[in-house]
């Protein structure tokens, strides 16, 4: 088993920006399926950025046209370049796997339990 870790996080004012990382060991967030989701308190964990299958990234919609989500992969990291942020953004963040060796097509963001392995999250809070 492999391990992610995130980092990047942390408290911004309304319209600011942030950049999560996940570094990757273990997997490939170069053919590994990799996303990114968010869990806000009370709130269940929801899909933020993916890439499918085709390597495609895939967004939900509160957060088009403001995230992206890309990869280094001589670094084996996944970024979420986060601009515009809303206080409805706050939220912990968390990089996922769902590693191609169990799955033959990347699961959608709204199976969160069908990624496998998570790192450690990373808080985002933006104040108004």
């Known amino acids: 088993q492999g391990q992610l870790v995130e980092s990047g996080g942390g408290s911004v004012q309304s319209g600011g920006s942030l950049r999560l990382s996940c570094a990757a060991s273990?997997?490939?967030?170069?053919?590994?399926?990799m996303g990114w989701f968010r869990q806000a308190p009370g709130k269940e964990r929801e899909g933020v950025a993916r890439?499918?299958?085709?390597?495609?990234?895939r967004y939900a919609d509160s957060v088009k046209g403001r995230f992206t989500i890309s990869q280094d992969n001589a670094k084996n990291t996944l970024f979420l370049q986060m601009n515009s942020l809303k206080p409805e953004d706050t939220a912990v963040y968390y990089c996922?796997?769902?590693?191609?060796?169990?799955?033959?097509?990347?699961?959608?963001?709204?199976?969160?339990?069908?990624?496998?392995?998570w790192g450690q999250g990373t808080q985002v809070t933006v104040s108004s």
């Open positions: 996922a796997v769902a590693p191609r060796a169990i799955w033959r097509v990347c699961p959608p963001s709204s199976a969160p339990e069908r990624y496998n392995y």
């Open positions: 273990g997997y490939s967030v170069s053919t590994d399926c």
């Open positions: 890439f499918d299958s085709g390597g495609s990234p």
